[in-house]
């Protein structure tokens, strides 16, 4: 599994202390330094089933300043992509990839029922 995050967000900070806390191994990676590529983030859209406007840190102030809210709607999905790609403060955090799923941001339960040992 690899566990994507920024490390100065708190809610990064609670999803890595939650998964040391419950002996989950995972790769860690910066979502500053390292951000997801284009067809990362496609495959984990299709992984996730969600809809791509979730993957988008709409609390962010990148996702604020550029105005994004108002422009999402107009977009297709590939300029969703590549505009995701292009900065990783846009992603929604954290993330937690494996092998056959995609979870975005921490909700506690959603992780522990789909971590179960």
């Not at 992984?47 to 422009?71: A, E, H, I, Q, V």
Request: net charge positive; aromatic share 12%; glycine share 6%.
């Amino acid at each position: 599994m690899t566990f994507i995050c920024y490390p100065k967000c708190t809610t990064c900070q609670k999803a890595q202390k939650w998964l040391d806390e419950n002996d989950i191994s995972y790769t860690f990676r910066d979502i500053k330094t390292e951000n997801p590529t284009y067809e990362e983030l496609s495959a984990w859209h299709r992984r996730s089933g969600l809809p791509l406007k979730k993957f988008f840190n709409t609390s962010g102030l990148l996702y604020k300043s550029m105005g994004l809210k108002d422009k999402l709607p107009q977009m297709s999905e590939d300029e969703m992509l590549k505009l995701l790609a292009a900065d990783g403060m846009l992603v929604k955090r954290p993330l937690l990839v494996g092998n056959d799923f995609m979870l975005v941001g921490f909700k506690e339960a959603e992780w522990a029922e789909r971590l179960k040992k």
